[in-house]
């Protein structure tokens, strides 16, 4: 070992706190560090490598164990590539992909109920302009309160509260 590092120079090195540094050795994502005879842990540099690759790993959202799958794979490979990260790369980037769509349908619906006005869930529910996706049930309550309450729109002109009187666009 060139380099010999304590736990807490490890630690600080690679960005995490000590209890990460022990949890992931725990855990086999990180090699037993040899002792000293005093039973502190001691670290080579490649430690510090290692503990950087994880936690640019979850940021990409693997999981600890997604990340120790492809640790395992990548001390088997013996120079081969891994092909392991590609298919688990590719798995993960049409889930990012599914949830940015999630997220641009969440949004789009959130603006449209900012900009229709709707300032009350229940009185936006039984509104027909309202662009929250009830289920199939409530919109059949909808379609008859409607009925009731014909005219209306869903910001009130008079309402104080109301996406007209804050100044949001319709």
């Given at each position: ?129 309202c662009p929250l996706p009830f289920t199939d049930l409530a919109d059949n309550d909808r379609a008859s309160v409607t009925q ?23």
């Amino acid at each position: 070992m060139s380099t010999s590092l304590r736990s807490g120079q490890v630690a600080e090195a690679a960005g995490v706190n000590i209890q990460t540094l022990r949890h992931y050795e725990r855990r086999g994502l990180l090699a037993e560090p040899e002792r000293t005879h005093g039973g502190h842990r001691l670290y080579g540099e490649e430690a510090v490598t290692a503990l950087r690759v994880i936690k640019a790993a979850q940021r990409l959202g693997f999981t600890l164990a997604e990340v120790a799958e492809l640790l395992e794979a990548g001390r088997h490979r013996h120079g081969r590539p891994v092909a392991g990260l590609q298919d688990r790369a590719a798995a993960k980037l049409a889930e990012v992909d599914a949830k940015i769509a999630d997220l641009t349908t969440i949004r789009t619906t959130l603006a449209a109920a900012v900009d229709v006005g709707c300032h009350d869930l229940a009185n936006c529910a039984s509104s027909d302009c309202c662009p929250l996706p009830f289920t199939d049930l409530a919109d059949n309550d909808r379609a008859s309160v409607t009925q009731a309450l014909s005219g209306r729109s869903c910001a009130e002109p008079g309402d104080p509260s109301s996406a007209a009187a804050v100044g949001v666009p319709r």
